[in-house]
């Protein structure tokens, strides 16, 4: 039997979990530090994705009369493809052949949250007419008492809409401003420069004979 309270639960770690994989996705995307820091929000990332998708899931079942219409059917198989693209390359392994697979992850998942944010506001824009004409005709009745009540509902959604909205907009930013910086101006410890000249022994390889990685040409 599904009560409010457990609803309420399942919508508030839905919202928490769901925007910190919406900043680790941000994250594992602009940066590819080798640091235990980014390995481990590359560790944790499909987990989340998985425990996301699932309260999702849950969520969306117990709220399937919201759900209707051609924006929210759209989000749905959006984020539906993403979730089966994000299972896939945590399978098969994000390697370059599987590059297809992470732009299609990607951009339904981008396409997918847009589209239910647009939804859900529209939702909430909805919600809030009957509790105008409510307030216009001030009939003291059980339905104006209810309309009260749904009205603080109301405005908490409209703060996580906000909410949500400015961490999807800062975590995109974050991602262009990153990979931007990381194009225009990259770590020169990344970069490998090939000899002018390739090795004719085996002592110039690398630092040298004396090196302590010789014979490899590692440094």
């Not at 530090?33 to 990332?45: A, Q």
């Not at 309309?147 to 603080?152: F, K, L, M, N, P």
Request: aromatic letters at 10%; one cysteine or more.
């Amino acid at each position: 039997m599904n009560t409010p309270s457990s609803s309420s639960r399942t919508g508030t770690w839905l919202l928490i979990l769901g925007l910190a994989l919406v900043v680790n996705s941000a994250y594992v995307a602009a940066f590819s530090s080798p640091s235990i820091f980014y390995v481990g929000n590359d560790l944790v990332h499909p987990f989340l994705g998985v425990l996301v998708g699932i309260l999702f899931g849950i969520f969306a079942f117990r709220h399937r009369k919201s759900f209707r219409g051609g924006t929210a059917l759209a989000s749905l198989t959006l984020l539906g493809a993403a979730g089966v693209c994000g299972l896939y390359l945590a399978v098969a392994g994000m390697t370059r052949p599987h590059s297809v697979a992470l732009y299609v992850h990607v951009a339904c998942m981008i396409a997918g949250l847009a589209l239910l944010l647009v939804h859900l506001w529209r939702r909430s824009v909805e919600g809030r007419k009957p509790e105008v004409e409510s307030r216009n005709s001030k009939i003291e009745t059980p339905n104006a008492k209810l309309g009260e009540a749904s009205t603080v509902d109301l405005r908490v959604s409209a703060f996580v809409l906000r909410l949500t909205a400015a961490v999807m907009l800062g975590s995109l930013a974050l991602y262009g401003v990153a990979a931007g910086y990381q194009h225009f101006f990259p770590n020169p410890y990344y970069i490998i420069r090939n000899p002018a000249s390739a090795p004719l022994t085996m002592e110039q390889e690398g630092a040298g004979a004396n090196s302590l990685m010789f014979p490899s040409s590692a440094r």
